[in-house]
């Protein structure tokens, strides 16, 4: 009987390893990732913020690169969204504004259509939600050399797939437009690095 049992033992491991597919391996790497997205993070108010205002100020650096060419290709735009868990948005402070935004970031579109009226500097901003679900980063575009090699094709093509106004009457120091890139508290949280934490903290008490 002991010898029977052994034999259907022995039998079924065979058929177990014949059955399965090592050619297959699992990506580990896409796993730790998960992994840390998994973990339990204290991660309070203002470090959210700070780590916002790091990819944010990250985010517009690359994005004001090759500056006509990002948006008339928008692959970069679109790796850039789908890293992050963002949403892009390029225009000018007035055409960018929209009820469902609510009231504190339609103020603060506000504050940046006044200054560029103004000739006052601009600087970049983060507003909470009124839902406190997202974080809006926001970053001027002053104009420099930016569209000095761009055709006129090409300059038409960039008004029509973003909220800039007229490029007519432009001079250099002009507010071009805003980048605006809503964040979603619950990613940040997730796509945080733990270890970044302790820099973060730095960056707050500065």
Known sequence: MKKLTFGIGLLALTTGLQSCDFSKRVDTTAAVKELKERQVKRINSAQITAQVDDWGKKITQDLN??????????????????????????????????????????????????????????IDNIQMSEDQEHLYFTSPIVLENQLKSASKTQLQELLTKTKIDSLDFRKKGDLLGLWMIKFSKKDVIRLVDVKQLSKLNTKIEQ
């Open 65 to 122: 690169k090759s500056f006509v060419k990002n948006i008339l290709d928008t692959r970069v735009i679109d790796s850039l969204q789908k890293t992050y868990r963002i949403g892009i948005e390029i225009g000018s402070p007035i055409k960018l504004q929209n009820p469902a935004l609510g009231k504190k970031v339609n103020e603060i579109l506000d504050a940046y259509q006044y200054n560029a009226e103004n000739h006052l500097p601009q």
